[in-house]
């Protein structure tokens, strides 16, 4: 298990600490905010057509071919990155590492929630959130340093060596991603007859709508922080502070989950980091903001986690790839829209209606976890 945190921890950190080199990149070309926020949308392009196809290839063909194919898109995205810093460049990393995504990750939460025994799927999956913390830390805070000293093009190049240790790892330990899973009841495999599951429908929706909100964080914090002066490396550091919490909620949550159920933490923890949005626009102050993504990361770090049991546990026997493909195709319907909503809503009216409107989301989430 400590194996597959650490090759997600190093492609999950190529995948978030790209984001940042991106953003910052295309703001330094001078974009604008809405150019900015259609290349973070082409982030979820890939995995929108590809989620539920690539669960299903998890659950015929295994997990080993489309964790490769991931982390070959991720290096050659980062490549990509290297040798054409341009606006066209960034298009084509964003569209590359969204494909990335979508292969490796379906298949590594699917492969977490059948290694081992039934008893230890909660573990696992605090586990591999808490290996996502340190991505979360790592990627912007090495990207933000990695900026300032040697420029966009060598960050890229940077974190492209970094894809040549889960690749090596795949390549030469098959055993790693060998799992026995149940086959599917039947031959009809329909997507749109998973969604007529009450509250499989219900959990997808939230899992959305929570990845939206932490979108709009990892999105938007970096135009928010350039535009009041802030270096890069700074910025590094305010996004470092939200994984550091997230990582501080994830190591607790076992037992939080033991002493509350799944809807009174989301409900809780949904309404804090709420609370954190609405006074962040309020400040451009770096100390104020590192507090502000400290409590943000405190209330968002749960979500993910408590989803990927959740869905495992709802999903028919044989589909659980399925399930989670679904579920990261909704996710990924946000990563389009919020971009493109928060990029337009930045230009025309300012950070605060885009901070505000995420506070509003949370609140939907917490009233939806609570039915």
Not at 83 to 109: D, E, H, K, R, Y
């Amino acid at each position: 298990m400590y194996l597959l945190i650490m090759i997600s921890i190093a492609i999950h950190s190529c995948y978030i600490g790209s984001k940042v080199v991106v953003s910052l990149l295309a703001l330094d070309l001078g974009a604008s905010q809405v150019v900015v926020g259609t290349i973070a949308a082409c982030y979820a392009i890939m995995p929108l057509a590809l989620g539920i196809y690539s669960g299903r290839l998890a659950d015929t063909i295994g997990m080993r071919w489309p964790m490769l194919i991931g982390a070959f898109c991720t290096g050659a995205a980062l490549v990509t990155g290297w040798l054409w810093p341009t606006l066209p460049g960034l298009f084509v990393v964003s569209l590359l590492m969204g494909a990335s995504f979508v292969f490796f990750n379906v298949s590594i939460q699917n492969l977490t929630g059948a290694f081992g025994r039934p008893e230890d799927r909660a573990r696992n999956f605090s586990l591999l959130s808490i290996g996502y913390s340190f991505s979360t830390f790592i990627g912007p805070t090495f990207a933000g340093f990695s900026i300032d000293y040697s420029g966009h093009a060598a960050t890229f190049g940077f974190f492209a060596l970094l894809t040549l240790l889960p690749i090596g790892i795949l390549i030469f330990n098959r055993s790693l991603t060998e799992v026995s899973v149940p086959a599917a009841a039947g031959k009809e495999r329909s997507a749109l007859a998973l969604l007529r599951d009450p509250p499989l429908q219900r959990l997808i929706i939230i899992s959305g709508l929570t990845v939206a909100a932490n979108d709009l964080y990892a999105f938007y914090l970096p135009i928010y922080g350039h535009e009041a002066g802030h270096s890069a490396s700074t910025i590094g550091l305010i996004l470092g502070s939200y994984a550091l919490a997230a990582f501080l909620t994830r190591f607790a949550l076992p037992v939080l989950m033991r002493r509350l159920r799944a809807d009174q933490v989301m409900v809780a923890f949904m309404l804090i980091a709420a609370s954190a949005f609405v006074f962040l626009p309020m400040t451009q102050q770096a100390t104020s903001l590192m507090a502000l993504s400290f409590v943000i990361g405190l209330g968002l770090g749960c979500a993910q986690p408590v989803m990927m049991s959740l869905c495992y546990e709802k999903s028919p026997a044989g589909r659980t790839g399925e399930v989670t493909g679904l579920r990261l195709t909704a996710n990924n319907v946000a990563r389009v829209v919020v971009p493109l909503l928060s990029g337009a809503l930045g230009a025309g009216l300012g950070a605060a209606p885009v901070f505000w409107f995420n506070a509003m989301n949370l609140l939907a989430v917490s009233y939806l976890s609570r039915k």
